[in-house]
C-alpha cells in the first residue's frame, strides 16, 4: 500500500540520515577509542536497519506475485486441470527473482512447486484411472459377446455359429491386448 511504501521511504531517508551524521564524526574515532568503539556498534545497527527495509521493500513488491500465486494454487485446488497447474507453475516461475532475494519467499515458492508436482500427479492417475476403466468396459462387453455367441453355439451347431464364436474370441483377444498398452 502506499502508506507501507512511504514508511520505506522513510525509514530509509532517516537510515541515510543517520549513516551521514556517523560518517561526519569520523576524525572523532581517530581521536577516542571509546567513540570508536560507538561507531562500529552504530554502524552495525544501521546495516541492520538497511536488512530490514531491504526485507520490507522486497515484501511490498513480492506480495502482488503472492497473491497470484494464492489465487493459482486456490484455482488448481478447486478445478484440477492441466490448465490451471500449468499457469500455476508459470505464476511461480515469474516470482523466481524474489525468491533469489529472499530465502524465505524462496521456500514459499518452493512449497509451491511442490503443489503443482502434487497436483501433476493427481492428473495423471485421474487419466490412468480413466483408461483403465474404459479398458475394463471393453473387456466386459467383450466377454460378454463371447458369452453370448458360446450360448448361440450351444444351441445351434452350424458354421456361422463357430465362425461367430471365434470372431468373439478374437474380439476378447484384441481387447486384451489393447488393455496390455494401458
Same mark, same amino acid.
Request: net charge negative.
Given at each position: ?5 512511504? #514508511? ?30 560507538? #561507531? ?35 484455482? #488448481?485446488?478447486? +478445478? ?29 515458492? #518452493?512449497?509451491?512447486?511442490?503443489? =503443482? ?5 493427481a492428473?495423471?492417475?485421474?487419466? =490412468? ?5 474404459? +479398458? ?8 460378454a459377446?463371447?458369452? +453370448?455367441?458360446?450360448s ?31
Open positions: 500500500s502506499l502508506d507501507e511504501e512511504a #514508511a520505506v521511504r522513510a525509514a530509509e531517508r532517516a537510515v541515510t540520515e543517520l549513516s551521514e551524521e556517523l560518517d561526519a564524526g569520523k576524525s572523532l574515532e581517530e581521536k577516542d577509542k571509546g567513540y570508536r568503539a560507538y #561507531a562500529a556498534s552504530e554502524r552495525k545497527k544501521i546495516a541492520d536497519h538497511r536488512r530490514r527495509i531491504e526485507r520490507s521493500q522486497l515484501e511490498l513488491e513480492a506480495r502482488p506475485h503472492r497473491e497470484k500465486v494464492e489465487s493459482a494454487l486456490k484455482k #488448481a485446488d478447486e +478445478q484440477e486441470s492441466e490448465e490451471n497447474v500449468s499457469e500455476l507453475a508459470a505464476i511461480i516461475d515469474e516470482g523466481s527473482s524474489f525468491a533469489s532475494r529472499n530465502k524465505e519467499y524462496g521456500k514459499y515458492l #518452493a512449497s509451491a512447486r511442490g503443489e =503443482v508436482a502434487k497436483h501433476r500427479r492428473i495423471e492417475r485421474a487419466k =490412468v484411472e480413466a483408461a483403465l476403466a474404459e +479398458q475394463k468396459e471393453k473387456l466386459d462387453a467383450a466377454e459377446a463371447v458369452e +453370448q455367441r458360446f448361440a453355439l450351444e444351441q445351434e451347431t452350424g458354421a456361422e455359429a463357430f465362425d461367430a464364436a471365434e470372431a468373439a474370441l478374437g474380439d476378447l483377444s484384441t481387447a486384451i491386448a489393447d488393455g496390455l498398452s494401458v
